[in-house]
């Protein structure tokens, strides 16, 4: 479904993406695990044709996706329509007047005639429809994210590129939303640095390293069980802990950050 | 490398020429020191210019048609060398400064202040990351836009895009002065 071959990205001469290279089949669930500034977001955005990598291709279903590939309107209208991006920062993507708006606005663009069943549909699923009539701007962090979720599934996409989901979720919400992936019809990449989390969201993990390279492709258990690899990815690290009068040090990852 | 002495010298020297500039009142010589900084700026004049016209075109456009609508109002005649004065200086003023932009780096320039190196890097971190931000929002609307947005879904995101910069700007100024004030500045 998307082909991604030699890729290498830098900002301003800083490198963010290293020779990335991998595929993802349909209906697979992949987690993408990487530390602050390692280029996960930068990867989503790229993939979504966003931005134009400066060297390597991404294909989807064999077709080249870049800012200028998706100028071309029949090209587009499919591509936008089957791949959705969640923004790590959902304030970026929502814009419309009222959470109904905000829902319908990719339908509407389609110009279906199920508009309204449509946001009713994804709103309760989501569990928005509280919120309807009100402008999304005043929401909380969390409510925004599934605001910006429903809104991206009303157009029923085929790849979801969601960059930190669960971030701004406290626990049960985040609870819901992994039963909620994991039931969808669709072919998912999900970044997170919650490595509690990251096997519940994908079996397979492609993980970037600090320099900015794909350090892993694969499983996910194995990967999670090698410290000395979650340590060289910068996911677990080694710090003093103090229960009572007693102090040690040991390795851990951090589940909640 | 550019050494400290000599940015610190193009640093005065713009500030020389501001100030002469302000202080010029005869368009001959206005029109003059236009010439040398278009001279200056070698075969970066035009984008410069253009840039420097942009940028002052609404400040000195609205000044000079309501000076202009007022005189005719009065039946007067209309102070040509006032308006010819004031468009020569302001021009002048931003070509100056677009030139000293590009041409110092305002870290060394400005290295001899700490207080005024301070300020710079605050500058500069909330401009790149207010371009940030705005990429970020064009991104979000490009990434939902089956067909080419139209003109009133690109005025809500940009609306929405002001707003949220402007709750952050406030947010961000309350902290910054605090961090200025928690490192000894404002005292
Ligand atoms: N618009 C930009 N301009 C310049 N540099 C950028 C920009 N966006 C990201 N970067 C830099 O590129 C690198 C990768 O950033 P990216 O946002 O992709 O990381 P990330 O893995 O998503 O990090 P996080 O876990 O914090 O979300 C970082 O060093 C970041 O500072
Ligand atoms: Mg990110």
Known sequence: MIEVAGLHHDYGGQPSLVDIAFTLAPGEKVVLLGSNGCGKSTLLKILDGLIAAKSGRVDYDGQAVSPSTLKQPDWRRRFRREVALLFQNPDVMLFNPSVYDEIAFGPRQMELDDVDARVRHWAGLVGVTEFLDRPPFTLSGGEKQRVALAALLALEPRLLLLDEPAAALDPRATGWLVDFLADLPVTLLVTTHNLGLAPELGQRALVLGEDHRLLHDGDIEPFLADTERLIAANLAHVHRHRHGGLEHRHWHGHDWQ | ?187
């Open chain 2, 1 to 187: 490398m550019p050494s400290a002495a000599l940015e610190r010298a193009k640093f005065l020297v713009w500030l020389a020429a501001i100030v002469a500039a302000s202080w010029l009142s005869d368009a001959a010589w206005l029109a003059a020191g236009l010439g040398l900084v278009l001279l200056a700026a070698g075969r970066a004049v035009f984008r410069l210019t253009r840039r420097a016209l942009l940028a002052t075109l609404a400040f000195t456009g609205t000044v000079s048609l309501t000076y202009a609508a007022w005189f005719w109002w009065q039946q007067d005649a209309l102070p040509l060398d006032w308006l010819v004065t004031v468009n020569l200086r302001v021009l002048l003023m931003a070509l100056l400064t677009f030139l000293f932009i590009e041409r110092t780096n305002l870290f060394l320039a400005l290295g001899f202040s700490r207080r005024l190196s301070f300020l710079l890097v605050l500058a500069v971190s909330q401009s790149l990351a207010l371009r940030r931000t705005l990429d970020e929002f064009r991104q979000g609307l490009d990434s939902r836009a089956l067909v080419r947005v139209g003109l009133r879904d690109r005025y809500r995101a940009a609306a929405r895009a002001a707003g949220w910069l402007f709750d952050r700007a406030l947010a961000n100024a309350h902290e910054s002065a605090r961090a200025m004030q928690s490192r000894g500045m404002f005292r």
